[in-house]
């Protein structure tokens, strides 16, 4: 039986946005269901890299000017999850 390689968080995009968000890759989906299937507006895949991403889940704030506090993307090119969790909470 082969032996699955462990995803990583690229280097590049864990620099890139590690700060602001705490990220986690894998190879299924985080969130049971179907999810949205919307365009991630220039979110990377943390896996390969690509911004050919869509949106699965979300959740945002309830403020009048609210912000995401996560958000479950899927890869369009290696079909890889990513979960980014804000890391700034009000």
């Known amino acids: ?11 590049s995009i864990q620099n890139k946005m590690g700060e602001e968000w705490l990220i986690q890759v894998s190879a299924v989906a985080f969130s049971e269901g179907k999810g949205a299937n919307m365009p991630a507006l220039g979110y990377p895949c943390a896996v390969c890299e690509s911004t ?15 912000r995401l506090v996560w958000m479950e993307l899927q890869c369009k ?9 804000h890391t700034i909470v009000r």
Request: hydrophobic share 30%; glycine share 0%; with cysteine.
């Open 52 to 66: 050919q991403t869509k949106l699965r889940f979300a959740e945002s704030s309830d403020e009048v000017e609210s």
């Open 1 to 11: 039986m082969a032996k699955k390689k462990k995803l990583k968080i690229a280097s």
């Open 77 to 85: 090119d290696c079909k890889n999850y990513t979960l980014y969790k």
